[in-house]
């Protein structure tokens, strides 16, 4: 099984403060994904990057996909209370085709 | 108009018990999924079905029984309740089944075995 490790765990931040979150893997992943949920809702899809070395930008939301295709990163530019919740990467795990591997999740909390 | 919908969205019983969360999407996606989040937030696909056949069946105790009438559906029944059933249980579902194919996830049903 191909495992995702994000870090950090925890991040507790003021509004207007730049932070990174890290999702990382000894293994190679055609494509990784990254949702964000926040509390009583199911997580939604924020973005799929697919190509190594690959940047998407969402808002003051920047994603980068590894060269090597085994990390990624979320940078948030200028948090805000809103940007509050988890994140998850996830990326394709396992024998069982369309099955999606999830990391543990990094909690962001936005203080006003 | 809800996207997918999960009912109940709490559910509170005692040990032994069985119960059933059920779960439809409007989306007209082909593939649904059951996963299970832990109170860790660790997020683990459990089952899915693709155009009502069993797709993926994740190592879950055979307690745990999914059923989908039609691809707009699928329900999970769950026999003799355990302490370690808790946790809140999502259902989603994918245009198709494939990796890129982005999960669109319900808001989750809270059991809680006491």
């Known amino acids: 099984t191909q495992l995702l490790e994000q870090s950090p765990q925890f991040l507790s931040i003021q509004e207007g403060e730049n932070l990174t979150v890290y999702c990382n893997s000894s293994s190679v992943f055609s494509s990784l994904q990254w949702y964000r949920q926040e509390p009583g809702e199911g997580p939604v899809l924020l973005v799929t990057?697919?190509?190594?070395?690959e940047v998407k930008k969402l808002k003051r939301l920047t994603f980068q996909f590894g060269d090597a295709r085994k990390d990624s990163s979320l940078h948030i530019t200028a948090a805000q209370p809103g940007d509050t919740g988890l994140y998850l990467c996830a990326g394709p795990g396992g024998t069982s085709y369309g099955k999606l591997t999830f990391g543990q999740g990094t909690i962001l909390t936005v203080h006003p | 108009d809800t996207a997918v919908s999960q009912t109940p969205k709490y559910l509170v019983t005692q040990m032994g018990n069985d119960k059933s969360i059920k779960c439809e999407q409007n989306l007209g996606h082909d593939t649904m999924y059951w996963y299970k989040q832990d109170s860790k937030k660790f997020l683990k696909i459990m089952f899915s079905?693709?155009?009502?056949?069993?797709?993926i069946n994740e190592t879950v105790p055979n307690r745990f029984s999914p059923k989908s009438p039609d691809k707009a559906h699928l329900n999970l029944h769950i026999n003799s309740l355990e302490l370690g059933d808790s946790a809140v249980y999502f259902c989603?579902?994918?245009?198709?089944?494939?990796?890129?194919?982005?999960?669109?996830f319900g808001n989750g049903t809270r059991l809680t075995v006491t």
């Open positions: 989603a579902s994918s245009q198709v089944q494939g990796y890129n194919s982005p999960l669109h």
């Open positions: 990057v697919v190509t190594g070395g």
């Open positions: 079905y693709n155009n009502k056949e069993l797709i």
